[in-house]
């Protein structure tokens, strides 16, 4: 480019002529005004509506994060609870199917012949009675309790019963088949004759003697 076309277009000497306008110096200048505007964008002030988007934001987040770590643990504690019923309750189906051998096998003991017909087999049979009830125990499960004790609706199934003056609250009398918790949990009720309390027309049922 000739000297007459620089000073006719002094900005191409500058910017477009690579030989001599683009100087060290120039190139000085132009770079501190550059930062400057480039911090002033970087270090400009958030307003005081973005500083408190910001913070709803942020709980919300934080509320979302509770909220996840409180379903987890949840998640977890009936996970485990479920693996530790699978595991307690494992033998439920074995017991039920064992249980009306166990009720033949009393009832064999029950009509066994008497100790001086045949002792020894009237011995056996009681004996596998009790081995049987034993291995029954090993695996949690227990006979409900019934002659003698309250009637409770949970573990009795009432098949008959009667009043008398004995007694001040329903009370098993007898058992017609024997009921089995596996734990905690009923497997079958008990059969169970019951007596109540005896009514007396216009008054309380008198005390039991």
Known sequence: MTNDARRRN????ELGDPGGAATPERAAEIAPEAAGEADGAILATPS???????????????DQFL?????????????????????RYASEDAALALLPVLDNLRRAVEHAPEPGDDPQ????????????????AAIGVERITTVGSVFDPAVHQ??????????TEDTVAAEVQAGYRLHDRLLRPALVR????????GGAPPPAR
């Open 10 to 13: 002094p900005a191409a000497g």
């Open 48 to 62: 005081a509506d973005e500083i408190g988007d910001l913070r709803r934001e942020l709980a919300e987040r934080n």
């Open 67 to 87: 909220r996840l770590a409180a379903d987890f643990e949840n998640f977890r504690r009936r996970k485990a609870q479920e693996t530790a019923d699978r595991a």
């Open 121 to 136: 087999l009237q011995s056996g049979l009681r004996m596998v009675l009790v081995q049987f009830e034993t291995a029954l």
């Open 158 to 167: 009432a098949i008959g019963g009667e009043e008398s003056d004995e007694v």
């Open 194 to 201: 019951v007596v109540h309390p005896r009514v007396v027309l």
